[in-house]
């Protein structure tokens, strides 16, 4: 019970710290989700609306990919050939047909 009781007494103490630092930043947030805001109007609507749809899974939605590794930073798992080929011709987005994210080649 002491157990308990200390550690519910920690919790608020952290609870009320949290809450103070968000609201002394809530200016600066809302300044940032200003700029966001702004930002997304220029973005390809297509590459945007993937970003958001795969973003809800709470993953790593870009990761990067080098001619040297040949394998997705993401799942590991080696790309296939045609995937560097296709990323080379096309402008479209390039997907790891293992776990979905969005590649960035280097």
Known sequence: MVKLQKAKQEFIENKETHTKEIEGSQGKIDELKAVVAKMEKDLD??????????KKNGMPVVVKV???DRQ????FME???SVFENAKTKEDIVECEN?????LFE
């Open 99 to 103: 776990c979905g994210r969005i590649l």
């Open 45 to 54: 609507k297509e590459l945007y609306a993937v970003y958001k749809e795969k």
């Open 66 to 68: 080098s001619d040297k």
């Open 72 to 75: 997705c930073a993401g799942c």
């Open 79 to 81: 790309l296939p050939s």
